[in-house]
């Protein structure tokens, strides 16, 4: 069932996946994507396109969620998890929805 993941863990798998830029455009595919944590882990680190599938419908809408909000962050130029992190307000970056 799905799980939140460290998303540094899921950044530094997904990196290690992530071919060459001549390749692109480079696509991940989660089929059991589940709350998105290796889709925010795959746009952090630099895929070209994440694509999430899940069955279960309440998972996929905190995934969706979970990546437009990580989305925004990288559209202002931060692609440091503890940065994007402190950027929170609120108290928001000790969440695990997050």
């Known amino acids: 069932h799905p799980t939140l993941k460290p998303i540094k863990l899921c950044k530094w798998v997904s990196g290690l996946f992530l071919p060459p830029v001549e390749y692109s455009p480079r696509r991940m595919i989660d089929c059991t994507c589940g709350t998105g944590s290796l889709l925010i882990g795959g746009m952090l680190a630099g895929w070209d396109e994440v694509i999430g599938v ?3 419908t309440h998972y996929a809408e905190i995934s969706c969620l979970r990546l437009e909000w990580w989305s925004k ?8 998890v503890d940065k994007i992190l402190e950027s ?10 997050l």
């Open 54 to 56: 899940e069955l279960d």
């Open 88 to 97: 929170a307000k609120g108290g928001a970056a000790q969440s695990s929805f």
């Open 73 to 80: 962050h990288l559209e202002w130029g931060l692609k440091d």
